[in-house]
């Protein structure tokens, strides 16, 4: 692939069980990741888009966490249901999902 | 912190010992992205810059890669010497290190 266009970080961070602010693994990160990443391919953005995961994006009670770079797009409680959009939306034509938005506050 | 002014990513992917193209971790990126992290706070850093660590960046051959956000500036073969004048020159002065740039070559 060339240089990607865009690229994707999701928020693999995992905290033991009942901590208060809750991980994005405990929401289901591992399963997002591996789903988006199967569904960029699988709409043709293969060569135009990278995902990877990562450690905490500071955002553990609002996850699951993902940044869109390099437009510096932050979302907050991705869910499996929301992965389409991004992908058609955001990844595809630029426009980012409002609706997903990061609140504006402080990173935790 | 607010919303970061800058986001980097360094690959902490790792293969096993002897792979042709090798891989990042085997070349020191666990350190690497430690001694930033760090390196980042003591430079008054902290509250602009995010560091995580992230799967494979697809830059095996010409690890260890190191990705800076927004700017979508992709570094090659950064070792820990590089790490004061990234800080200084990229995330503090918004300058990229034009000597550890990724040559404009295919991704993995």
Redesign the interface.
């Known amino acids: ?4 266009e865009r ?1 994707v ?1 999701v928020c693999l961070n995992a905290r033991p069980p009942g901590t208060p602010k809750g991980s994005c693994a405990e929401k289901g990160s591992e399963a997002l990741f591996d789903r988006l990443k199967s569904l960029v391919r699988e709409r043709g953005l293969g060569s135009r888009v ?1 995902v ?7 955002h553990c009670s609002r996850g699951i966490a993902v ?1 869109v ?4 797009v ?1 979302y907050a409680g991705v869910t499996p249901d929301d992965l389409g959009e991004l992908c058609d939306a955001h990844l595809r034509e630029g426009r980012p999902v409002e609706r997903l938005l990061m609140p ?1 506050i ?2 935790e």
């Open positions: 692939m060339p240089k990607p690229h970080l990278i990877n995961r990562t450690n905490c994006l500071k940044a770079q390099p437009d510096n932050w504006d402080p990173w």
